[in-house]
């Protein structure tokens, strides 16, 4: 899971990182937000299994690729990076992708892609970069499920963006008047989680054990 805004909107916290792991995520990604919360660079040094986009910079703590086993005992790796289209991103993640993608299927059969980029244009061509070599490519940060989970040409499956497990009554997650508010007002007001219309969102990738997918669908349910 991408758990980059579990910590009120911003962040994650070392506590909140467990309680993910301990709920049963395997791996949790993270994104433009990662070191919003003090404590968690500490953490991320020394974490295999909470990553941060690998092109955060060689100054930041942290990891970009982690390499789990599923269940079956298949070895899962999970890649994260950050875009470079309309976010302040330290070096572009065409630089890295293709080092990063030999790496993880050096390491293991299964690749999973978290795309954590704000433009739909960015993620449809890292999907379509990527397609043939990994198992899957699944967009995060816009906090809105895309309708257009489909397997590509190469075998891989793909969306652009996964959505947002939260509170949908709100712009994004925020209260919505405090959302607006800064919008119309340009004043830094301060953002709070929203409360109402809490729904899971996200994808199931069917894939086998040599890490080809098979099938990918929207995953929504209402809290
Ligand atoms: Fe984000």
Request: hydrophobic content about 45%; glycine content about 10%; proline content about 4%.
């Given at each position: 899971m991408n758990g980059e805004n579990v910590a009120d909107g911003a962040g994650i916290t070392p506590k909140l990182?467990?309680?993910?792991?301990?709920?049963?995520?395997?791996?949790?990604?993270?994104?433009?937000?990662?070191?919003?919360?003090?404590?968690?660079?500490?953490?991320?040094?020394?974490?295999?299994?909470?990553?941060?986009?690998?092109?955060?910079?060689?100054?930041?703590?942290?990891?970009?690729?982690?390499?789990?086993e599923a269940r079956n005992g298949v070895?899962?790796?999970?890649?994260?990076?950050?875009?470079?289209?309309?976010?302040?991103?330290?070096?572009?993640?065409?630089?890295?992708?293709?080092?990063?993608?030999?790496?993880?299927?050096?390491?293991?059969?299964?690749?999973?892609v978290d795309f954590h980029a704000e433009a739909t244009s960015e993620k449809i061509a890292m999907a379509r970069w990527l397609d043939g070599r990994v198992t899957a490519v699944v967009g995060t940060h816009t906090h809105v499920?895309?309708?257009?989970?489909?397997?590509?040409p190469g075998g891989t499956a793909a969306v652009t963006d996964a959505g947002m497990?939260?509170?949908?009554?709100?712009?994004?997650?925020?209260?919505?008047?405090?959302a607006i508010g800064r919008m119309r007002t340009r004043l830094p007001i301060r953002f709070e989680p929203a409360e109402g219309?809490?729904?899971?969102?996200?994808?199931?990738?069917?894939?086998s054990d040599d890490g080809r997918a098979h099938g990918i669908e929207l995953l929504r349910l209402d809290g």
């Open positions: 990182a467990d309680k993910l792991l301990a709920s049963g995520a395997d791996v949790v990604t993270l994104g433009n937000h990662t070191y919003r919360r003090t404590g968690i660079g500490e953490y991320l040094a020394s974490s295999e299994r909470v990553i941060r986009p690998a092109n955060a910079g060689a100054e930041t703590k942290g990891r970009g690729l982690a390499v789990v070895a899962v790796a999970v890649v994260n990076l950050l875009g470079s289209l309309f976010l302040d991103t330290p070096v572009a993640p065409w630089e890295m992708v293709d080092g990063l993608v030999e790496e993880a299927s050096a390491a293991a059969p299964v690749v999973l499920q895309t309708n257009d989970a489909r397997i590509m497990t939260g509170p949908h009554d709100s712009v994004i997650g925020v209260k919505a008047e405090l219309g809490v729904r899971l969102e996200g994808v199931v990738v069917d894939c």
